[in-house]
């Protein structure tokens, strides 16, 4: 059976990712795993944080993503899809990667924010990473204001787009 890795990160383009892993699931007949990771506390220079603090942060962010989560795969449940989740600590490109690896997946469904550094401008600095070194075909789906901004190719006139 085939691994359709879908990791989620509950911003705007989530949705997105979600709905298109499931449709690609559904069609192929294969398992979605839901991969979130919470990245490690980064330190501002705005004042310090005491260790309790900074506890108490990842504790909250854990337990929000553990809900989100189980919110994601219930829908997935309902609709008879084969579904598993993961809740990860640590940088999230190379968490992504390495999970991905683990479960053999087939492919990546990710999306993409659009603020990084060169190409990250472009998919976002996750995205790009996950791209460059995944060992099976990762597919990007757009941040819905980069989507609505502009056709993906010129209109002539009187043309009108196709809908999917």
Not at 25 to 35: G, K, N, Y
Not at 140 to 156: D, F, G, L, T, Y
Request: net charge positive; proline share 9%.
């Amino acid at each position: 059976m085939k691994t359709i890795v879908a990791p989620i990160d509950f911003s705007p383009v989530t949705d997105r990712v979600f709905d298109t892993a499931a449709g690609l699931a559904e069609a192929l007949r294969s398992r979605i795993v839901l991969l979130h990771v919470i990245p490690p506390p980064r330190l501002t220079s705005a004042g310090s944080h005491s260790p309790e603090a900074m506890q108490e942060t990842i504790a909250t962010n854990e337990q929000n993503a553990a809900r989100q989560l189980a919110r994601y795969e219930k829908r997935l449940l309902l609709d008879r899809l084969n579904v598993s989740k993961l809740l990860l600590h640590g940088e999230p490109a190379p968490s992504i990667l390495e999970w991905s690896a683990k479960l053999g997946a087939s492919f990546v469904v990710m999306g993409s924010h659009g603020h990084g550094d060169i190409a990250g401008r472009l998919i976002g600095g996750t995205t790009e990473g996950v791209l460059r070194k995944a060992s099976c075909a990762v597919l990007i789906v757009p941040h819905p204001k980069i989507s609505r901004s502009r056709p993906p190719w010129p209109e002539a006139k009187g043309e009108t787009r196709p809908v999917f």
